[in-house]
């Protein structure tokens, strides 16, 4: 299989990609080049000019942003099939926050005038992908609100499940699931200190739902997980 088929085929699992027709996929593929980045590579900074948007072939990528008091807060952490840096595509604009490789990290990088030359050429490949792209913005800003109502234990409970169901999408068990996160990595995704994710962590270590280790949590029980979210 040729390098283009290869991407046609990641961009078709992608929103906001995967609306697209085989042969306008075929389009946005041609203009797509491969990135590799090893372990703490910075891919962008916060503050840094945005013309490039980016599909996680392999590895995983820390989006983070440096909070007003100083604090680093961990937004996501992003895996095979993710994108990020999309709104770059459709207007020049400056990066909100910062990216990073976690690990060896292959990626796929469209450029904005690449893909302007072939929106001008395929005006319905930008309708489509704005309809997926309104389709997230909603979906983020029903989260946001959500999270905005959540206590700590339940911010926490969240950005580990999340975790959980990222190994599992890779292939981990159902039960005693590894995440490769410190509590500090999980305090950040779940928008609390350290020492009030540290606690909360403590507790299901007690009641025997995770297994606290030297950077990594082992999860028991994932399902216990969700009677701390409300």
């Known amino acids: 299989m040729s390098t283009g088929q290869e991407t046609s085929q990641l961009l078709a699992t992608v929103e906001p990609f995967s609306g697209l027709e085989p042969h306008e996929l075929e389009q946005v593929a041609q203009v797509a080049v491969p990135r590799s980045f090893g372990r703490g590579d910075v891919i962008f900074r916060e503050g840094d000019r945005a013309d490039t948007c980016y599909v996680v072939r392999s590895g995983s990528v820390s989006i983070r942003r440096e909070h007003m008091d100083g604090r680093t807060l961990a937004l996501s952490e992003l895996r095979s099939g993710a994108i990020f840096g999309e709104l770059s595509m459709f207007g020049p604009e400056t990066r909100s926050a910062t990216a990073e490789a976690l ?23 930008a309708l489509t992908m704005l309809e997926a792209l309104a389709d997230r913005v909603r979906r983020a800003n ?6 905005s109502f959540q ?37 950040q995704l779940a928008g609390t200190s350290r020492e009030s994710a540290s606690r ?30 409300h």
């Open 142 to 147: 029903e989260r946001l609100l959500q999270q």
């Open 103 to 125: 690990e060896p990290t292959a990626l796929v990088a469209i450029l904005s005038g690449d893909f302007r030359r072939v929106i001008r050429s395929s005006p319905d490949i």
């Open 200 to 229: 909360f962590l403590a507790t299901l270590e007690r009641e025997g739902i995770v297994r606290l280790g030297r950077g990594k949590v082992t999860v028991h029980e994932p399902e216990k997980l969700r009677g701390f979210i």
């Open 151 to 187: 206590t700590v234990a339940g911010r926490v409970a969240s950005a580990l499940l999340a975790q959980v169901g990222t190994r599992q999408a890779e292939g981990a068990p159902e039960r005693e699931v590894l995440v490769r996160s410190t509590q500090a990595e999980i305090a």
